[in-house]
């Protein structure tokens, strides 16, 4: 779907379906609700003018009516039933839904039952008013009317045949169709007819002459006759009455009287004048009608209770099926406006407690339908922003980390401080080269840091004079160097060079960032060292050569010539002078190896085989501290010069014998030890010498390699200097510590790391 607004954006949200086929099933239902109505109303109409039609089908529209009355009780029923469990069960939006459909179905029932009340009590009276006592005798009297008219009709014709019988009395048969004939034209009548006594017709007249089969009289009739002379019958009345707008059938009287026989005869048979006159058409019909009506008045009389039952049940099965689908629509249609509604104070419910998945909208065109999709379309753009924000957030998150990472990894510290120099961050690098558990000391000022007061008082003094500055020099950052834990002795055991950079952060904070260049100061301390040898080389040694030549000259001339107590005295003097030129020229060599040390020829050679051939110069007889010798075997070739890794290796021994010598120990045979290892995860091969020394004092440990750093009382601090540089020649990392046994010293260790030869190694 799209939004209303063609610049909204595109939401994705679930559509709540809204069957068509419910839909058509509310439609086909509301049109057979009102097409049952419209039948009853048409069947009440017609009642009144044709109530056969009406009774003959009342039967089956009444089952219908009862069969649609229940399927509509059985729904409202089992929704009713719904309703009460989710009412029950607290579910959201019941009470709504049942205040919308109790609403809707009372707007339905009340006018209803107002309909019926005043539809029962109509009906009622008007049953009532169709029996009424004057209409009754009324028609009790036009009854009663009618019969006695007919009857003084019927005994005036039966008078006129008993006397018209008297004129057949001795005429024989064969004459008897002229008297018939004269009394026809005398009582005008229609038909007179002479019949013997066994019912045979002997004569004629009238109409009834055309007739084959006239109709004969019943022997009853004829034993009537024989008792009273005469006797008249009425007959054609009892016929169905005529339709409306049709003629009446022929209704005539019938009067049969006995012909006396003159003289006594035993064998005389006697015979019976029948007069038949036709009635008057508008006598009959008015007696037929006011016969009908009496007898259709008699009979809805005696149906005057059930008539009002079957009317007033078919109003109140009537009033049923409105009510029932007054009820179904109510809750239909409540439920229709209540389910938007629904939805909506679910999707608020599910946004306030921060569910931001796509709503359901109710599929239509109206306000509601409209409504709900809007609230999808936001809730989707809330959602779309939390995605934003979220993945805001995700790469602040990970730039943070990358950053944390970073500052974990650097080697440089990096402190964070406010404007009053308290802590607020700092990295492993900070904690590494100040050696102070800054990350416990977080919230503190740097300043209460043990040993770190001068070094926050020269921080704050720079960032003062940085941001004075920086408004009219528009600097973005300072640097300084610093010496902390520095005393008198430049081989202080705490003794650390820094140079450190500080910026301005926003939010006042203010950042520090600091290296430590000990080693780098150092490296500019033996450079200096080689520079200072190089001229004391040069200039110390060319003398030495002239002094000791002039001493030796001196003993040889005043030898002969003064007394022996001045001799000794001479001899002792040159000695001594001598002595101290060859150690001055000793003195002089080693600066000038170490400031010439010439660049090393690295070529493939056997490590194992060189430690061999020098450790021959360290046999037993010669050594006074024993060197053993740990080679590992298969120990590939290396890169160096055999020459200088010759120097490394005496170098290394001597000071190892002289500190194992230093701290010899009773009853402990001092000695050596000399290893080589093979690592074959680093491709690289180590030498170690360990002695059982008393080790490096700490601030040895920081500055063993620079010149002039030495624990010996005559020692000149090179050899390590010079292993130092060797060891930078061939690549090779070297290694200085203390070997510690149970948290005690027990002697020093040197390692140097080879690169082995490449071709070699593949």
Known sequence: ?????????????????????????????????????????LLLTQSTNNREMYERNYARLFAVNVVVAGVLLAVITWMAIRLWIRLRRGKFGSRLLVKLATIFALVGLMPGLLIYVVSYQFVSRSIESWFDVKVETALDAGVNLGRATLDILANDLADKAR???????????????LTLEHIRDQLDVSDVMLWSAGGQLIASVGQSRFLLNPERPSPQQLRNVRAQRAVAAIEGLDDVAPALGTEPPAAHIKALALVSSKGVSLLAEPRFLQIVQSLPPPLVANAMAVQTANREYQERALARTGLKRMYIGTLTLSLFLAVFGAVLLAVLL?????RPLLLLAEGVRQVAAGDLTPKAVWQGRDELGGLTRSFADMTQQLSDARSAVDQSMSQVSAARANLQT??????????VLDAAGTIQSSNPGATRILRVPLAALEGQPLAHVEGMADFAQGVHAQFSAFLSEQIHHGLDHWQQSFEL?????????DAITLVARGAELPGSNRLLVFDDISEIVSAQRAQAWGE????????IKNPLTPIQLSAERLEMKLLSKVGEPEQVLLKKSVKTIVDQVDALKRLVNEFRDYARLPAADLKPLDLNLLVQDVLQLYEHDTATVDVVAQLEGGCPMILGDAEQLRQVIHNLLQNAQDATEAARKPGVPPSVILRTQWAAATQRVRLVVLDQGTGFPEHILKRAFEPYVTTKSRGTGLGLAVVKKIADEHGARIDLSNRIVSGVVEGAQVSLSFAIHLKVAT
């Not at 834990?485 to 055991?493: D, G, H, R």
């Open 485 to 493: 834990n520095a005393t008198q002795s430049p081989f202080s055991q």
């Open 406 to 415: 970073i500052l974990d990894n650097l080697t440089s510290g990096v402190i």
């Open 334 to 338: 409540g439920n229709q406006l209540a």
């Open 1 to 41: 779907m799209t939004p209303s607004s063609a610049d909204a954006p595109v939401s994705t949200y679930r559509t709540l379906s809204n069957p068509r086929a419910l839909r058509w099933a509310w439609v086909v239902g509301a049109v057979v609700v009102m097409a049952m109505g419209l039948i009853l109303l």
């Open 532 to 539: 200072v040898a190089r001229r004391l080389a040069h200039e």
């Open 163 to 177: 006397n018209a019988s008297g004129q057949l009395s001795g005429v024989p048969d064969a004459a008897a169709g």
